[in-house]
Structures are given as structure tokens and as C-alpha cells.
């Protein structure tokens, strides 16, 4: 039901979009919407979150930015990519926590997922 889109090449320095969209609409009861990335060898962690409010990842902090609009569809702008950003980008809903968390366990509703390519 998630659909990420807007991954790609790009140079160290640049810029990306990254945009989740619920194909089916909105899912209801979500409490938190997250962006999580997996590199090749190693564990999926958290990059964003937005509930009631946002979270950040240290590693990202100030570089990128987690929103929603109108229609809950998530994006996530990301500035001053660098190539440890590389790896494959998943938006994540939750509907079984009354808020958002760090873990990707706690989430029950996954996208394909997006690849990201800095170099």
C-alpha cells in the first residue's frame, strides 16, 4: 500500500526527493509515518519520523527534511547527500503504537523501497 518514488544517482553534495504515497489512500488509524534505509551488510535503521512531531537520525540531522501534506503522502528531502547516505530508502507506517518509534519492528506497513546512490 506505500509506494516510494524519487531515488537515484547522484554526486556527494546534491540533493533528492524522496516521495511516499499510500496507493490506496491514507491508512487509517496510522500514528507514524517513518523513512528508514538499508545498506548493503547491515541493519535497516531509522532515518526520519513524523507523528506529532519530527525525529531525526544523528547522521542526518540538519541535511534532511520529513513532511507530509494534505493527503498524508510523506516526503523526505534530503541536502548535502554524502555516499554513507547510500542505500536502499523504505517509507513505514505504524498503526500498532499511539506514537512513532525508532524501531523498524514496530512498524506494520512497508513500500518496496527506493535505492539512493551517492557517490
Known amino acids: 500500500q506505500l509506494v516510494e518514488s524519487g531515488g537515484g544517482s547522484v554526486q556527494a553534495g546534491g540533493s533528492l526527493r524522496l516521495v511516499c504515497e499510500a496507493s490506496?489512500?491514507?491508512?487509517?488509524?496510522?500514528?507514524?509515518m517513518g523513512w528508514f534505509r538499508q545498506a548493503p551488510g547491515k541493519e535497516r535503521e531509522m532515518v526520519a519520523t513524523i507523528g506529532t512531531t519530527t525525529r531525526y537520525a544523528g547522521s542526518v540531522q540538519d541535511r534532511f527534511t520529513i513532511s507530509q501534506d494534505v493527503l498524508k503522502n510523506t516526503y523526505l528531502q534530503m541536502n548535502s547527500l554524502k555516499p554513507e547516505d547510500s542505500g536502499m530508502y523504505y517509507c513505514?507506517?505504524?498503526?500498532?503504537?499511539?506514537?512513532?518509534?525508532?524501531?523498524?519492528?514496530?512498524?506494520?506497513?512497508w513500500g518496496q523501497g527506493t535505492q539512493v546512490t551517492v557517490s
Open positions: 513505514a507506517a505504524t498503526t500498532i503504537l499511539p506514537g512513532c518509534s525508532d524501531r523498524p519492528v514496530d512498524y506494520n506497513y
Open positions: 490506496g489512500g491514507h491508512i487509517p488509524r496510522t500514528k507514524c
